[in-house]
């Protein structure tokens, strides 16, 4: 028993947000589409899937002939209905140059191609075409997925090929009309319990849980239970029910918000009944011929059988009939010759009646005439089909290329409608897929995939701060030089100067302001998802195709691009000298320039560059044309203004050379008085050194004399002092 069978919540009570409802009206709408045609549509669908290819019917070797003209049409027909994946194509819808929508669209362009990739668009493609061949009905599935991870969220598009068994909808005579849709998917019992256990309890156990053979991915044998997701326009809601479970397993409003509230395109449709959408498969408008084919095969099949040599020979002819039949044995083994004993009843007896061979005239005649008329049925089943020879390969060397051409024309125009269904339903894809991605997909998931780098406003409104305080203090600066009293002297006194620092100033403010409007217009991630967001604006403000998904025949696409060419160049030609002579005839030429080229189809690049092309010429022409004199008189005016700048700058530069000569004069003179004033101040500091020397020297003579002065003074009170001892030692 695996896990999946073990039902470990058995018996838990869950607590549920609410009661759930019963499934009961839901899961008769599924029950009314099968009534309404759909069950005839798939018994029918499942008989003819086993013409197109059952291993056991083709594998059995006790089963009758047949001719496979089935498979080998569907297989003509699939590579001329889709041939290449399909590139989402995102363009602003009309050419005003807008940046936001510009950026918007190419972001949204690539994130729906990395899209595309991720999920294999080739191969749902290729499933959706098998159906359309051979069941006449192919349908696509788009789902959002978002999963937590440590890192962030995880979101992806999921891209589904719906089994034409797990599509359903409502029985309407057009697809405008159609209420519901739903989608049928196969869980096992641990997928139900982890997806509905909070929304409806253990209510999924009564699921129809089985063994599905026709599910390749269940190798290991899973059991598993459908279930439908209703999106029901009507109600504005969807719903998850299962056969067997009498409540609604989830229900809740469209957690996708759509333009065409469906999360699937409308099917790419082959042939439908009048007022109805039961597709109605190819095969039934030839079946009568296909079988009378088979019929045909089986018989020539078993005329080949019966297409043997025999002969008959006399039983009792002796030596003769000996060496005959030893001779036919000994070329092969099988009996050819019959031994009859009644020779009489055949021959006459003679040599040459020695053998009898058994008529096969009749029986080529016959094989002939059966496969003429097979050829015949063949080609009325290529009429039915729209097959032509060309598309098969087989061609009549006696044909002329026009005939094969014209042949090659009617296949195509055939299945030209299965081409643009194929190409629309891709289209239509690509819108349900960049719709999610815009409304639900986290800024940092589009940068991603699209691999495109943008400034965020918070950094913008950094930078604008910063900006703007640098010029409000260039600001504060000149306000306060205008109250100081000091600069105020100054700007007095130098104007010049001042008027020159009050202009610098102003130009740096103008500088920054226009760096600001340059950061403000600039475009950011926040400006584009605000963009994509706006369900009321995107619609109408971008377009989102996609290119062919039919394999370019490359002879016919350079003898296209030859003509393309040649008529572009031969209506510039023609148009170029009228719009030259009369601009007036610009807007007139442009739309005949758009009306010569449109049966070319060029492509959306370069029908938006020819636009483009054509609305600079229209603006042009509606310039006025400039008058000759005028331009003669500009001429000549600018010629004597470029003298007269020359002559000026002659002048200036020879002014230029005097005041370089007199500067430097000014600067030798100024030099060599620095040098006689240092001169000067060596003169002066050395009389000064000098006079100096010589105060110093008559000071030091003075305090000499004035020594010389007091020696004497004192020698001449010792002589007065010594004078009165001798004179009164001479009166003794």
Known sequence: MTDDEIDDTAGEEVELARKPKSSKAWLALITSHD??????????????????????????????????????????????????PPVPVVAPRFNDNRPIPRAASELLERSTAVGFDREDIDSVMRQVRDDLAVNARGSIWVRYEAKSKENGLTE????????????????????????????????????MRQRFLKTSGNAYANAEFAKRKDDDKNSGGKFKAGVWEIWSKTENKVVWVAPGVDVVLDEGEPHLSLENFFPCPRPAFGTLEPNSLIPVPDFLFYKDQIEEVNELTNRVSALTQALKVRGFYPSGAGELSDAIEAAVKSTDDRKVLIPVSNWAVIGNGSAKDTIVWLPLDMVVATITQLIGLRKQLIDDIYQISGLSDVMRGATNPNETLGAQTLKSQYGSVRIRDRQSELVRIARDTARIVAEIQAENFQSKTLLEMSQMEFETDANIMKSVKALESQAQEIVRTVQAAKQDPRLQEMAQANPEQAQAAFQQAQQQVEQIAQQVQELEDTITIDKVMKFLRDERIRPFSLDI?????????????????????????????????????????????????????????????????????????????????????????????????????????????AVAKSEADIARINADAALKQREADIRIREIEARAAADAQKHEQEMQKGVLEIERLRLQVAQQAQKNMASAPLTMEGQAA
């Open 35 to 84: 009534k309404a045609g759909f069950s005839d549509y798939q018994e029918r669908c499942t008989n003819i899937e086993k013409q197109y290819a059952n291993l056991a019917r083709l594998a059995s070797i006790s089963r009758d002939r047949q001719f496979q003209i089935f498979w080998a049409n569907i297989e003509v027909l699939k590579p001329s209905m889709y041939a290449r």
């Open 156 to 191: 992806r598009t999921c891209i589904e090929h719906k089994n034409r068994r797990d599509f359903a909808h409502d029985p309407a005579r057009e697809w405008k009309e159609v209420g519901w849709v739903a989608g049928r998917a196969w869980m096992t019992k641990k997928e």
């Open 545 to 653: 195709e996609t290119d062919s998904t039919i394999q370019p025949d490359e002879d016919a696409a350079k003898q296209r691009t030859s003509e393309f060419l040649t008529a572009l160049g031969g209506a510039l030609a023609q148009l170029s000298p009228m719009v030259q002579s009369k601009p007036e005839t610009a807007p007139f030429a442009g739309e005949i320039l758009k009306f010569a080229i449109a049966p070319f189809r060029p492509g959306r690049q370069m029908q938006s560059a020819i636009d483009e092309f054509v609305e600079k010429m229209k603006a042009s022409a509606g310039q006025p044309k400039p008058d000759p004199m005028a331009a003669q008189a500009e001429a000549d005016a600018k010629a004597n203004s470029d003298r007269a700048a020359v002559e000026q700058a002659k002048a200036q530069a």
